[in-house]
């Protein structure tokens, strides 16, 4: 995972928090794919989890989805093979998202976590490696899920 690359995408209900997530990363240094959506109107989060899922796996850059509760677009980008996408909801998710499951997509809740909140969420995600070892074996069994 390419992490000074990222792909950001959400729903209407994520669209703010998107916007100021994508404002830091670009202050940050951070390259960031904008896979939309580009207002608050209406639409529908499996399109916008599917899209920038889709150009993270491709290109090897983190992700970053949003929708309301980040529920609707963690359940849509795990669908996708090879997605481990986490909701994280504070610093200790963001870790462990990270150092246990080597989340490579964050789901954050435009409506339920705070925009420091979800910035710090962000920055801990980005920033912490994967612990690897007994780890490891746990995720090659989601891999081999994903075959059954
Ligand atoms: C949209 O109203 C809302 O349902 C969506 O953003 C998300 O929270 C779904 O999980």
Redesign the pocket.
Known sequence: MNKKRVVIGS?H??FEMKEQIKKYLKQNGYDVLDEGTDSTDSVD?PDFAAKTVTECLKSGAAGIVI???G???SISANKIKGARAALCHDAYTAIYSRRHNDANILALGGRVTGVDVGIQIVDLFLSTKFDGGRHRLRIDKISKLEEE
């Open positions: 729903d209900a994520g989060y929708c309301g509760t529920i609707g677009a």
